[in-house]
């Protein structure tokens, strides 16, 4: 059988089998995640495809709305702050249940802080909750009492918050994942078993009813969430397709309601469509496309290397001639729409500059690339990922002489790399969790961050950075983070960050929904229409 043949005979199956999905009188979203979830455990997530399941399957304190990214209440009803700002207290809604019928208390957040918090989960993401006393000692092991910890259930319904330090941020971190209430019966019962279908314990809009594995999941109507009644869609259909050009065949093919990623080789005919060009939505999102240079792997080990690669990345041609969805040029970290993003009329980073790039190099020790060893970059699998990264691959090959190599790895695999030892180069993209650039620049690049797999290090940028965090004065603050960003992105030039993400996203006409600047969307508010 010819290879096209086989591709077509996969293609085939995938819409039999979701066009065998029994609808009925159902509303059903066909989503692709693009990839198998890494987990569905709200601990241990830390990437976009985890969130989006996590964020139908459980409820937060708080959330954000869509449009406004103004926090407001989901499973708290109200909060307030102490006069000095260091007590959080949040009320909480009395009529939320867990699908195994039992009410959510604040017991249940205590219990969800304290276990992201134990050394023993594991948590990659755990450091974002540093900020509540207690919190660091628990998680790094200083300190084995829970109890430190400054999150206490004084009611059913009301949780406390003692922080190390006013945050006028933290209702933003209580929306997070990591500080969801967590079903302690379940977890304790079924261990490492305890997100799968016939075990799990949810309490959000939609609840886990089929997950086989790098195929598709299944996600249903919670009946007993308390807004039942506004939900339409009853059931969400989501495969795992990292072929973006097979996701989108389905797509054309009417087997899919939306695609959240569109083939960077499909782009101009999509925009020359008639129909498909209607269907097409491109809007700002909160995430930076970056490169990260491992500090302590050689040559990257030297910043004068590091500008000159930084320097010969041509952005504004990557965005026209390839991605072609209105990104814009980043040379800093934070992005626009956040809190302390620095614009770039500061002149902060490395822009292309070919002679700079070049002279970079040259003071490194390697004029012309003489001598300059081979080195890999590398990204997880994606299509519109390798063409990114052939494209720069030639752009560093005519304008430093040398050679890099590329290598890619599927996603889950590729996250254990980045955490264990990351490549020279590695590829990523950071999304805001909450709109303030301490979650960009403290949270991921502080030396002491689990996120910051370049092991960029330097005492006075973690020092600007946790010294923002504590500050008051939203102009100082401001002030810290362009100061922050200067050391990152230019002086020590410890990543590369190349692009400003947006939404290009495929969505049918009879599909009414929302778009999450930060991800994680709200399907809940989605609307299917006849037709």
């Known amino acids: 059988m010819k290879k096209g043949t086989v591709v077509l005979g996969i293609i085939t199956l995938m819409c039999i089998s979701i066009l065998a999905l029994p609808v009925g009188a159902k509303t059903v979203l066909r989503w692709n995640l693009g990839t198998e979830p890494p987990t569905l455990d709200p601990a241990l997530a830390t990437d976009t495809t985890s969130v989006f399941v996590d964020e139908q399957l459980f409820l937060g304190l708080t959330d954000f709305n869509d449009e406004t990214m103004e926090v407001i209440p989901e499973l708290a009803k109200d909060w307030l702050a102490s006069d000095n700002g260091l007590v959080w207290t949040f009320i909480m809604r009395d009529d939320v249940k867990w699908t195994d019928g039992k009410p959510v208390t604040a017991y249940d957040v205590e219990y969800g802080v304290k ?299 590729y996250l254990k790399t980045c955490v264990e030892d990351a490549p020279q180069i590695y590829r990523l993209g950071w999304c805001a969790d909450y709109p303030d650039a301490n979650n960009w620049l403290n949270d991921v690049f502080n030396s002491k961050s689990e996120s910051n797999y370049a092991n960029f290090s330097n005492p006075e940028y973690d020092k600007l950075v946790e010294e923002a965090a504590r500050e008051s004065d939203p102009a100082k603050r401001k002030g810290m983070y362009q100061k922050a960003e200067r050391i990152l992105c230019d002086t020590d030039a410890g990543i590369a960050p190349i692009y400003w993400y947006t939404w290009v996203t495929l969505t049918k006409p009879n599909v009414k929904r929302t778009y999450a600047p930060m991800g994680g969307e709200h399907v809940k508010d989605w609307k299917i229409l006849p037709g």
């Open 115 to 413: 276990r992201t918090l134990n050394p023993a989960t594991a948590s990659d993401y755990a450091y974002v909750l540093y900020v509540i006393k207690g919190a660091q000692d628990y998680n790094t092991g200083q300190v084995e009492d829970a109890s430190v910890v400054g999150v206490k259930a004084v009611g059913d319904y009301i949780v406390r918050f003692e922080l190390n330090h006013a945050a006028g941020y933290f209702p933003s971190i209580a929306s997070m994942w990591i500080a969801r209430p967590q079903p302690k019966e379940a977890i304790e019962k079924w261990g490492d078993k305890w997100t799968e279908p016939e075990n799990i314990v949810t309490n959000g809009h939609y609840m886990l009813k089929e997950w086989v594995h790098d195929d598709y999941l299944v996600m249903v109507k919670n009946p007993d969430c308390y807004e039942a009644d506004k939900v339409q869609i009853d059931e969400i259909y989501a495969v795992m397709i990292e072929e973006q050009s097979t996701a989108l065949a389905l797509y054309e093919g009417g087997e899919l309601n939306a695609l959240r990623e569109v083939p960077l080789e499909d782009m101009d005919r999509l925009k020359a469509d008639p129909v498909l060009s209607k269907e097409l939505s491109i809007a700002p999102r909160l995430c930076t496309y970056y490169y990260g240079f491992n500090n302590e792997k050689f040559p990257f080990d030297d910043p004068l290397v590091r500008k000159a690669f930084a320097s010969a990345i041509d952005r504004e041609t990557l965005i026209a001639t390839v991605l072609k969805g209105e990104q814009k040029p980043a040379t800093t970290f934070s992005c626009p729409g956040i809190f302390g993003w620095v614009d770039p009329a500061e002149e902060i980073g490395h822009p292309f500059n070919v002679e700079k790039a070049r002279d970079f190099l040259a003071q490194a020790g390697y004029p012309g690339g003489e001598g300059f060893p081979v080195v890999t970059l590398m990204f997880n699998t994606s299509e519109s990922h390798r063409k990114i990264a052939q494209v720069i691959q030639l752009m560093w090959q005519q304008v430093l002489q040398i050679k890099v190599n590329l290598a890619n790895q599927e996603w889950k695999v």
